[in-house]
């Protein structure tokens, strides 16, 4: 996989063939761009700006080329952008470039519900739509078909994302995917946002197997994702396959309390918890400016591809805990001391806050230090700033103490002691933090132990009110505060909601378990991947889709025809592959991938194992932000 989406990415870097070239990313393909870090290259080709895709985007006079990377279908509103910075360039542009990852083909064959359903999607047609407005001296415009360009990001965590698709875990909501007969629903009958991702997702998978060489059966858990395995398995495989190839994807929402949780298994969770993602769809998260380091150094990122000290102490992160991470980046950071020759007071031995601030503060008087060290000072800096985040251990405390009084038979419901929190005269949570806990906890359990009754969900209510009730009339409300105080009464529908997603289930309905009156969470993607891994018989709730058609019969046999029923004989993954891609639609945490990674080692998981996501969960804001739309 690897060597493919690297190919991808040499052939967008050839589209840059001028120097003083302006380079246009949407979101999806700067999120590509950071993980891939592409960034010194294309600049070392000529690219002289970098541009958010936006109308309000205004380019440099000099500049001779515009390269544009979309990570989606080139729309109406797409068009209209880019005849806008067209129109704004000076008048030196001689070469205008779009790229996009989905093939004329794929344009014209779906259906896109716009207002007047005109929609033109021949490249030509496009193409021409943009020559119009150009200026005479513009020799060229072009539209080019990469596939998987902005669409499959291999980060440096040896996890891979799918940026363009990260506003799937609200889709995992949609109320078609709930109903009774929703099985026997053909993907035409649900809403059209939901299924252009579906189509877009399964086309990128497709083009990803067919470079793979692969034929594959798809599995699903989940509303959504069968969506997507049945799609995609309706696809015919590859004619030259020489491998078999499972994908297993796997709804996010059936378990909130993953992202939600502050859990100390690793410390990445803590990591990225304690800091605002780059920007509100990233998968990275930034690095604040009250650093260690600051003004030394200014404001940055978690994740810097291409830098191999940096990427081993954030992979660490990734496998330990807390105390082994502070040990390890207290030595790395009086390593650096002893290769720049920085001067420090006193001999240090033990790691702690105090010493590391007496550090930095010797290291911020040695320019050159800073300067070839910057991106693992940086991590350094916010691994102590996030261990001294008090917020992660109270929320931790809190969660621990609601959790133990679940195997009480007398203990209150879960809303009654968040209602407590939230009366209590000591209490300090924020919005966000009590978001967290209720999503959290309405996922881990059913609805009936979140609420006694009728009249406990009135006293929710009404505490939310009068706590954020200040912050309502102010009119300056975050995405938490609003999910609180806009409609109480819809928020404890939804809440409703997110603890009914796995009642369809049978074998992973529980996320929860009590053994002799302790109980202990233990995620649904653990419980999944350690009865795929074992391999020993099928899953009750796992569906599988084959492909058909004559090339599978002859590869597989005649059971290649199976239908797509949960469980059955073929309901095995890991069964004969030679790779298995684990994909969460909707986001994966952290401390999920350490777990996915440390279940495969555990059984000894003959094939090779690729872990992907739609998103990397960053931040709870990230889940609570969306969860505001959906309540809305």
């Known amino acids: 996989m690897e060597e493919v989406l690297s190919s991808q990415l040499e052939e967008v870097l050839s589209c840059v063939t001028a120097a003083n070239t302006a380079l246009v990313v949407d979101d999806g393909s700067a999120e590509l761009l950071h993980w891939s870090a592409s960034l010194q290259t294309l600049l070392a080709r000529g690219v002289s700006d970098i541009k958010p895709f936006s109308s309000f985007s205004a380019l440099s006079t000099h500049t001779s080329g515009i390269l544009f990377l979309l990570s989606s279908l080139i729309q109406d509103q797409h068009l209209r952008v880019v005849i806008d910075m067209v129109q704004s360039g000076g008048s030196d542009i001689r070469h205008v470039t779009i790229v996009t990852p989905y093939s004329e083909n794929f344009h014209t064959s ?13 490249f030509e047609d496009l193409q021409a739509q943009v020559r119009r407005v150009c200026a005479p001296e513009v020799k060229r415009v072009l539209i080019r078909h990469i596939p998987l360009f902005a669409c499959m990001a291999q980060t440096n965590l040896r996890l ?16 078609t995917l709930h109903l009774p007969d ?4 053909p993907l035409e009958q649900h809403p059209a946002g939901v299924q252009l991702a579906v189509k877009q997702l399964c086309g990128v998978f497709w083009r990803l197997l067919v470079e793979m060489n692969a034929a594959f059966t798809c599995f699903s858990l989940g509303p959504l994702s069968r969506l997507i395995a049945t799609r995609l398995a309706s696809i015919p495989p590859p004619k030259t396959a020489h491998h078999q190839l499972s994908l297993l994807f796997i709804d996010r929402s059936l378990d909130l309390t993953a992202p939600l949780h502050h859990s100390d298994k690793c410390f990445a969770d803590q990591l990225f918890k304690s800091f605002s993602p780059v920007t509100p769809d990233s998968n990275d998260a930034s690095v604040p400016v009250d650093s260690l380091l600051m003004p030394h150094i200014s404001p940055g990122c978690l994740a810097h591809p291409g830098h191999e000290p940096h990427e081993n102490l954030m992979r660490r992160c990734f496998a330990r805990k807390r105390r082994e991470i502070l040990t390890a980046s207290f ?9 720049e020759d920085v001067q420090l007071p006193e001999k240090f031995s033990k790691p702690d806050f105090s010493s590391v601030k007496t550090i930095f503060s010797c290291l911020a008087q040695n320019r050159q230090a800073l300067k070839t060290h910057g991106e693992i000072i940086e991590l350094i800096s916010a691994i102590w700033l996030a261990a001294q985040n008090t917020s992660f251990d109270k929320m931790q405390a809190i969660e621990k103490s609601i959790l133990q009084s679940l195997g009480d038979d007398d203990s209150p419901s879960i809303a009654s002691q968040i209602i407590s929190l939230l009366q209590g005269d000591a209490n300090d949570l924020d919005a966000s933090e009590i978001c967290a806990l209720l999503i959290s906890f309405s996922s881990l359990v059913n609805s009936d132990e979140m609420f006694s009754s009728r009249t406990e969900e009135k006293q929710l209510i009404n505490a939310l009110s009068s706590k954020f009730k200040n912050s309502s009339a102010s009119g300056d409300e975050d995405s938490s505060e609003c999910l609180l105080t806009k409609s109480p009464a819809d928020l404890v529908e939804f809440l409703k909601r997110v603890s009914s997603m796995r009642k369809s289930l049978t074998q992973y309905q529980n996320v929860l378990s009590v053994q002799d009156t302790v109980p202990t969470y233990r995620p649904l993607l653990e419980q999944v991947c350690n009865d795929v891994f074992l391999n020993e018989s099928p899953s009750a709730d796992i569906e599988c889709n084959s492909n058909s058609g004559l090339h599978g019969l002859l590869k597989t046999g005649f059971s290649y025809f199976m239908p797509a029923v949960p469980g059955g004989s073929k309901a095995r993954p890991a069964a004969d592959c030679s790779t298995l891609i684990v994909f969460v639609v909707g986001g994966i945490t952290p401390g999920e ?4 990674k440390d279940l495969a080692n555990k059984h000894g998981l003959k094939c090779t194992l690729y872990i992907g996501a739609t998103s990397l969960i960053s931040s709870h804001e990230t889940i609570i932000s969306q969860c505001a739309t959906l309540v809305q």
């Open 593 to 596: 991938v350490k777990i996915v």
């Open 160 to 175: 891979f994302l799918a940026p363009g698709f990260h506003r799937m875990f609200s889709m995992c909501f949609q109320p």
């Open 110 to 122: 779906v259906e896109l519900e716009t207002h007047k359903r005109t929609q033109v999607t021949r």
């Open 182 to 185: 929703a099985a026997s629903v």
């Open 331 to 339: 030595r790395q950071l009086l390593d650096i001391c002893v290769k």
